[in-house]
C-alpha cells in the first residue's frame, strides 16, 4: 500500500524532527530529564518487548542485564580506565553470556513459573553484588569519577548531550525491531508466543528461537544499564538490579501495546511523563498521589484496553483516515 | 486374525513410516501398547477405533511430542524416537491437530507463511509458497483476516494449509473433519483425495467412518491401545475384534472363517 506507506514516512519525519529540536526548544534541565528518561526506559522497553512482546515470554527479570551491564562497564572505568563507550559493549557482551545460562534453565518453565524465575535471577545478582564488597564496592556503591566534559569518556557538561545519546539508542532499538518483526524470525516470535506446541509442529524451533532473541534483548538492556549509571554518575545494586526497573520496563510495553513496534514508546511517554509531572507538581506534599495516578492509569488499560493503548491510537487514526476501522491492521503481521 | 497377517510389499513400494514395537503408559494407563504398522510411500493409511484407542497419543509418540517407553519410528530411513517436534517436521513430516492450533493474533497468510518459513527464510518467497497452499485449501480470499476470527472448517483449513506450507512427504491429519457438517465433509474428503493424487502420503486419524471409507484403502484399527485389526477398508468392517470394540459383544455375527482373511 503506497499511499499508507508515504503517509508512515511522513508522520516519521516529523516525530524525527520534534525530538531533535526538542532539547533545543526546551532549555530546562529539569524537562530534558524527563526527555532522557522517556528515551531511556521506551529502549528498554523496546529490549524487553522483543521477548515479553512477541514471543510472550513474561520476563520480570531484566534488571539483571541492566545490572550486568552498568557494572561492567562501572568495573572497567574505574579499575581499569576503560572507557565507557567500550565498556557499554562489553556490558552487553556480558549480558549476552548471562543470559545463555538463564534462558536454559528459565525456557523449560512456561507461563508464570517462567516470570518467577526470571525475578530469582535479577535478585540472586543484586544478592552476588551486594557482597562483592572489595570488587565492586557492594552496598555502599560508587560514585563515578568527575572527568568534565569528555565525550571519549561518555561524561558530557551538556545534559542535550545525553539525550542525543538515549535518542540514539532508542532509534536502534527501534530499526532492530523493525527488521525482526517482518523477518522470518519475527513470525517464529509470535508463533512461539501464540502457540509454542503448533509452532514445533510447522518447524519452529522454539528454543533456539527464545535463546537467540534473549540474546539479542539482554544485550540492549545492558547497554541501557551503562548509559544510566554514566548519566547519574552512581552505581549501587539497589539501583540497577532493583526489582522496579524490571517491573517498570514490562509495565511501559503492556501499556503501551505488547508485541507491537511503537508500543513500548507510547506507554513510556504517558507512564513516566504523568509520573515525572504528578511528582513536579505535587512535590512532596501530597505523597501518595502520583502512585495512585499511576495504579489507575494501568488498572484502566487493563481493564479496556488489554491489548494496549497503541491499539486505541491506531484505531482512532484509521477511523480518521479511512472512515471506519481496519481490524486488520492489528494483526499485520503479513507486512 | 488379520492383524497377524503379514502384509505383502510389492518390492517396488517404499516404506514412508515404519512404527514397530511402539509403547506409550502414563501412569497405569497403557495408552499404547506394542504398536506395529507401516505406511508404503504415495499410500493413505487411516488410524481408527473408539476414544481413548491411543491414536492422537500414537501421533504424538510418531511427531515427538510423547517420547515412548519403547519401540522405534522409522521414517524416509531415519530413525525418529528423541527428535524434537521441530526436527520431525524438518525430516518432512507435517500434522495436523484434533483442536485446531491456529496463531490467532496473526493474519490467515502470516500463519500459512510461519509454515513456509522451514524452507525458505526469505518473505517474498515464503509470501508466494504459502499462497500456493491457502490457493489449494480454498483460503485464498480470507488472507488478510486475523486467524482467530475464523469458522471452524476454515480453521480446519488454515491447520491444512501451514502444515502443507512446510512441504512435507507424509502428512499425519488428526481428526480433521470433526465438527464438520456432511457437505464440509465432502469438501475435506475431495481435499484429502487431491493430496493423494499429488504423491502425498497420508496417515489420517477420523471418526467419520464415511470419510475413511472414500479416503483409506489401508486402515489400521486401535482399541485399548493395541492393534486389533489391519486391512483393507471392507476386511476391517466385516472383522469380529472390530465389531466387538465398537458395538459389543452381542453384534458380532458369526462370519464365515475364510472372509476376513488377508
Known amino acids: 500500500m503506497p499511499k499508507l506507506r508515504t ?21 530546562s534541565h529539569f524537562a530534558i530529564d524527563i526527555f532522557i528518561r522517556v528515551l531511556l526506559f521506551a529502549f528498554i522497553g523496546v529490549a524487553w518487548n522483543l521477548m515479553g512482546g512477541y514471543a510472550k515470554q513474561l520476563s520480570l527479570g531484566h534488571a539483571a542485564y541492566f545490572g550486568l551491564g552498568a557494572y561492567t562497564s562501572t568495573i572497567l572505568l574505574i579499575r581499569f580506565g576503560v572507557s565507557p563507550w567500550i565498556g557499554m559493549l562489553a556490558g552487553g557482551v556480558v549480558a549476552m553470556l548471562a543470559s545463555l545460562p ?13 516470570a518467577i524465575a526470571t525475578i530469582a535471577t535479577a535478585q540472586v545478582l543484586m544478592l552476588l553484588f551486594l557482597k562483592f564488597r572489595d570488587f565492586a564496592w557492594g552496598a555502599e556503591g560508587t560514585t563515578m569519577p568527575n572527568l568534565g566534559n569528555s565525550p571519549l569518556m561518555m561524561q ?58 534473549y540474546l539479542i534483548s539482554a544485550f540492549l538492556t545492558a547497554l541501557a544499564g551503562t548509559f544510566y549509571v554514566q548519566y547519574i554518575y552512581f552505581i549501587d545494586p539497589n539501583t540497577v538490579f532493583g526489582f522496579n526497573i524490571s517491573v517498570e520496563v514490562a509495565l511501559v510495553s503492556i501499556v503501551g501495546g505488547i508485541g507491537t513496534l511503537w508500543g513500548p514508546v507510547v506507554g513510556t511517554v504517558l507512564l513516566e ?16 498521589v502520583q502512585l495512585t495516578v499511576y495504579s489507575l492509569i494501568l488498572i484502566a488499560v487493563i481493564l479496556w484496553r488489554p491489548s494496549g493503548l497503541l491499539g486505541v491510537l491506531t484505531d482512532a487514526y484509521a477511523r480518521v483516515v479511512h472512515a471506519g476501522p481496519v481490524r486488520a491492521r492489528e494483526a499485520s503481521l503479513d507486512g | 486374525m488379520l492383524a497377524r497377517c503379514a502384509r505383502e510389499k510389492p518390492p517396488s513400494m517404499a516404506e514412508a513410516l515404519v512404527v514397530h514395537d511402539l509403547s506409550k503408559r502414563f501412569g497405569g494407563l497403557r495408552a499404547v501398547q506394542d504398536l ?24 504424538n509418540l510418531i511427531t515427538g511430542y510423547h517420547r515412548p517407553d519403547a519401540g522405534s519410528v522409522f521414517a524416509f530411513g531415519r530413525e525418529l524416537v528423541g527428535l524434537r517436534p521441530h526436527d520431525i517436521c524438518a525430516h518432512g513430516l507435517a500434522r495436523t491437530f484434533q483442536v485446531a492450533r491456529p496463531f ?21 518467497v515464503a509470501r508466494e509458497r504459502a499462497r500456493e497452499a491457502m490457493d489449494f485449501t480454498g483460503l485464498s480470499a480470507k488472507e488478510h483476516i486475523p486467524a482467530r476470527d475464523l469458522t471452524t472448517i476454515d480453521q480446519r483449513r488454515l491447520e491444512l494449509a501451514r502444515a502443507l506450507a512446510t512441504q512435507p512427504r507424509l502428512l499425519l491429519l488428526d481428526e480433521v473433519m470433526a465438527g464438520l457438517n456432511p457437505a464440509e465433509i465432502d469438501q475435506a474428503v475431495a481435499l484429502v ?11 489420517i486419524v477420523e471418526h467419520v467412518m464415511r470419510a475413511i471409507m472414500a479416503v483409506a484403502r489401508h486402515i489400521v484399527v486401535l482399541d485399548h491401545g493395541q492393534k486389533i485389526a489391519e486391512g483393507n477398508p471392507r476386511e476391517v468392517v466385516a472383522d469380529e475384534q472390530v465389531i466387538r470394540a465398537y458395538l459389543g459383544t452381542g453384534y458380532v455375527h458369526s462370519a464365515a472363517p475364510g472372509d476376513t482373511q488377508c
Request: with cysteine; charged share 15%; net charge positive.
Open chain 1, 7 to 27: 503517509s508512515a514516512a511522513l508522520w516519521l519525519s516529523v516525530l524525527a524532527l520534534i525530538v531533535l529540536v526538542l532539547p533545543l526548544a526546551v532549555p
Open chain 1, 102 to 114: 538463564i534462558g536454559a534453565v528459565c525456557f523449560r518453565l512456561r507461563g508464570p513459573y517462567f
Open chain 1, 156 to 213: 558530557f557538561d551538556a545534559k542535550a548531550a545525553y539525550y542525543y545519546i538515549a535518542l540514539v539508542m532508542l532509534a536502534i532499538g527501534l530499526a532492530i525491531t523493525y527488521r525482526i518483526e517482518r523477518s522470518r524470525m519475527g513470525y517464529y516470535l509470535v508463533a512461539v508466543g501464540e502457540d509454542e506446541d503448533a509452532a514445533e509442529a510447522i518447524g519452529v524451533n522454539a528454543l533456539r528461537i527464545k535463546r537467540n532473541t
Open chain 1, 273 to 288: 511523563a504523568t509520573s515525572a509531572l504528578l511528582q513536579s507538581w505535587l512535590g512532596s506534599s501530597h505523597g501518595g
Open chain 2, 36 to 59: 506395529s504398522f507401516s505406511v508404503n510411500e504415495g499410500e493413505t493409511v487411516a488410524l481408527i477405533g473408539p476414544n481413548g484407542a491411543g491414536k492422537t497419543t500414537s501421533f
Open chain 2, 104 to 124: 490467532g493474533r496473526m493474519t490467515v497468510l502470516a500463519n500459512v507463511m510461519t509454515g513456509a518459513f522451514l524452507r525458505d527464510r526469505k518473505p517474498e
Open chain 2, 193 to 203: 483425495g487431491k493430496l493423494s493424487t499429488r504423491g502425498l502420503t497420508i496417515v
